[in-house]
């Protein structure tokens, strides 16, 4: 079973690729930020299971970091997704022309095929607990399954954190 979870997350991670764009407080200090903590009134836009995973996810990641959660934190971590459907990639053409001469001409359409891929976009915010202001910052895009099993639905939000965070802090120069 756990071969199967594996192979069924691994499909599912080559064929959707994690985007993640970066921003930070290029005067921030980020030697100083070494207790966290979630805002209370986090509303992240997943699901109650889906959160629990992510938090999950986050807390073994900053744990590995030398992050620890604190009721007196240096900062604050703020999550919010969405989830959005692009259109659909592939169409089939339908073409005619003809010519006389030296006077040519074609007509062409093209049909959606199927449907689009589903998305989630998941935006992780840092924000200084004394100055109540954002310091860093990451939005991940990936391909979004909503009939996905718990088990890959944990193993592509484990993958979301892993690459998130693998640029924090940043490297400052």
Known sequence: MRLLTVFTFLIFASCAPIH???DYDRTANFATYKTYQYFADMNTGLSELDTNRLL???DAKMAEKGYGISKTPDFFIDIKSRAYQEG???TVGIGMGGTSGNVGGGISVGIPVGEGNIN???TIDFVNQSKRQLFWQAI???SYNPDASPEARDNMLKAIVDKVLSKYPPEQK
Do not use: F, H, M, Q
């Open 120 to 122: 989630r976009e998941i």
């Open 88 to 90: 659909p990639k592939s």
């Open 56 to 58: 999950d996810a986050l």
């Open 20 to 22: 993640v764009t970066y």
């Open 140 to 142: 991940s895009e990936a």
